[in-house]
């Protein structure tokens, strides 16, 4: 199965949404979305920001493994 790097995450806060390459050999816990400032931190249960928010879930997810 082939992992996508590229997800699309959207601000939950104002609607802004930008295609950031998710990092292969760490998880991101924060994102500060670029419009309004607003930090972004996972929901509970997910392990990164972009399973959160984002358009693909994260490369060790994809994999079918832990995440951090």
Known sequence: ???ILKSTI???NCG????EEM????CQFFYEC??????L???AGDCCVYCSYGTVACPPI????SCC
């Open 1 to 3: 199965m082939e992992v």
């Open 10 to 12: 959207k601000c939950p």
């Open 16 to 19: 802004h949404e930008k295609t």
């Open 23 to 26: 990092p292969t050999d760490a």
């Open 34 to 39: 670029e419009n309004c400032k607003t930090v």
């Open 41 to 43: 931190k996972p929901q």
């Open 62 to 65: 994809q994999q079918n493994k």
